[in-house]
Antibody, heavy 120, light 108 residues
Framework: EVQLVESGGGLVQPGGSLRLSCAASGFTFSDHYMDWVRQAPGKGLEWVGRIRNEASSYSTEYAASVKDRFTISRDDSKNSMYLQMNSLKTEDTAVYFC???????????WGQGALVTVSS | EIVLTQSPGTLSLSPGERATLSCRASQSVTSNFLAWYQQKPGQAPRLLIFDTSRRATGIPDRFSGSGSGTDFTLTISRLEPEDFAVYYCQHYRGSPIFSFGPGTKVEI
């Protein structure tokens, strides 16, 4: 069974940093592209970014709203993906989901989400 | 960047009725790489349809997707009580930004 578990969420002040982790199991992690998607309270889904696999040179893509502030990385030996968030703003407050991308790029599996609150 | 627009914003229907949800893209979606997700309150989204018309594993056949280019449709043939939720479309290839639509809420 595919499982994705996010951790590392919490309360952080504006301008601060936070690192989310996504632990994967039940599939060959190293084969798959992985995504981060967030959802602000009461709002819709917002795609945050993607990291591809080794065959695609671990390349990354980011939404304009987080580019140059957020960094996605992965450690295939630990079946884990990370989201380093710097220079956080109040508008980054959201539940952050990690997702496994299918062979065409659709998000086939989702974690339960981690809440990040940016507030003073 | 491809911008997705969904309509209507809210769809008020009864169990047993047919639901038709629309997703329109600002430019042609590469190779029809468009997906639909369902989200219920307090839950993660669930993949329903990918590649415009392919049902994900375990999705009942009352859910179907169609369309091409810039216009896509999710149809729920006969609404079950558990289908009342928010539905999002997403494109996921071609453009480096894989945006979601704003969602359609299907309510009783």
């Amino acid at each position: 069974e595919v499982q994705l578990v996010e951790s590392g969420g919490g309360l952080v002040q504006p301008g601060g940093s936070l690192r989310l982790s996504c632990a994967a199991s039940g599939f060959t992690f190293s084969d798959h592209y992985m995504d981060w998607v967030r959802q602000a309270p009461g709002k819709g889904l917002e795609w945050v970014g993607r990291i591809r696999n080794e065959a695609s040179s671990y390349s990354t893509e980011y939404a304009a709203s987080v580019k140059d502030r957020f960094t996605i990385s992965r450690d295939d030996s630990k079946n884990s993906m990370y989201l380093q968030m710097n220079s956080l703003k109040t508008e980054d407050t959201a539940v952050y989901f990690c997702g496994r991308a299918g062979w065409h790029g659709e998000v086939t599996n989702w974690g339960q989400g981690a809440l990040v609150t940016v507030s003073s | 960047e491809i911008v997705l627009t969904q309509s209507p914003g809210t769809l008020s229907l009864s169990p047993g009725e047919r639901a038709t949800l629309s997703c329109r893209a600002s430019q042609s979606v590469t190779s029809n790489f468009l997906a639909w997700y369902q989200q219920k309150p307090g839950q993660a989204p669930r993949l329903l349809i990918f590649d415009t018309s392919r049902r994900a594993t375990g999705i009942p056949d009352r859910f179907s997707g169609s369309g091409s280019g810039t216009d896509f449709t999710l149809t729920i043939s006969r609404l079950e009580p558990e289908d009342f939720a928010v539905y999002y479309c997403q494109h996921y290839r071609g453009s480096p930004i894989f945006s979601f639509g704003p969602g359609t809420k299907v309510e009783i």
